[in-house]
């Protein structure tokens, strides 16, 4: 199991902003160009899903955070991240980084998950 590794989540007010960052492990630094790299999201008792997704040529959003939150990667640096901005309380979860490369599902690969609380 291939695990990428998460930082950034805590406490913020609503209005705030929270920056997320995720780091590939390196049994994938070399093919990374070649993975879809998402966020996903969870909160207890419900499916976990999807925030934002990034190839190297398009970026797509849920429709529930476009215009707040802005999903970026550094090829370079083998991470990406998430920046969200004007949070709300429902953005309230667990988020998760997640690999998918498209050509070779054993390259996937999944964070631990870091907490985000949107509260006053």
């Known amino acids: 199991q291939l695990h990428l590794v998460e930082s950034g989540g805590g406490l913020v007010q609503p209005g705030g902003s929270l920056r997320l960052s995720c780091a590939a492990p390196?049994?994938?630094?070399?093919?990374?160009?070649?993975?879809?790299m998402a966020w996903y999201r969870q909160v207890p008792g419900k499916q976990r899903e999807m925030v934002a997704q990034?190839?190297?040529?398009?970026?797509n959003y849920a429709d529930f955070v476009k215009g707040r939150f802005t999903i970026s990667r550094d090829n370079a640096k083998k991470k990406v991240y998430l920046q969200m901005n004007s949070l709300k309380p429902e953005d309230t979860a667990v988020y998760y980084c997640?690999?998918?490369?498209?050509?070779?599902?054993?390259?996937?690969?999944w964070g631990q998950g870091t907490e985000v609380t949107v509260s006053a």
């Open positions: 997640h690999a998918i490369n498209p050509d070779n599902s054993a390259l996937n690969a």
């Open positions: 390196r049994s994938i630094t070399s093919v990374f160009n070649s993975h879809v």
């Open positions: 990034a190839s190297l040529r398009s970026t």
